[in-house]
């Protein structure tokens, strides 16, 4: 989609520090990380959000899940680590594309926000 940071980060017109990419979802880390690992994983389809998701998105949403585990393997994130994804204006959503950040490497407070 025209004017969209995310997909213009996973059309290489916006430079990221990749960490995996397959044909259906790319995962780069955070430019601001809130936490001492903070990566992003988005579908490489352009949904505006989570509210956007519809039955459609389940099998693109269930693969990030499992990308999910898998880089949290690799990277050894044995301890745990936190996924969430904003929805709309309250949750604190910037970017219009849907992303799931994954945090890691320090002990999460909760309720989040
Ligand atoms: P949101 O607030 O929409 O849930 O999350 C958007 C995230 O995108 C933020 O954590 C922000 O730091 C990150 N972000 C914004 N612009 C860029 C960018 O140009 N590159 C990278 N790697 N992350 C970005
Ligand atoms: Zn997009």
Known sequence: MENCLFCKIIAGEISSEKLYEDELCYAFYDIDPQAPVHFLVVPKQHIEAPAAVTEQDAAVVGHIYAVI??????????????????????????VHHLHFHVMAGRPMGWPAG
């Open 69 to 94: 585990a898998h880089l949290a393997k690799e990277l050894k994130l044995e301890k745990g680590y936190r996924v969430i994804a904003n929805s709309g204006e309250d949750a604190g959503q910037t």
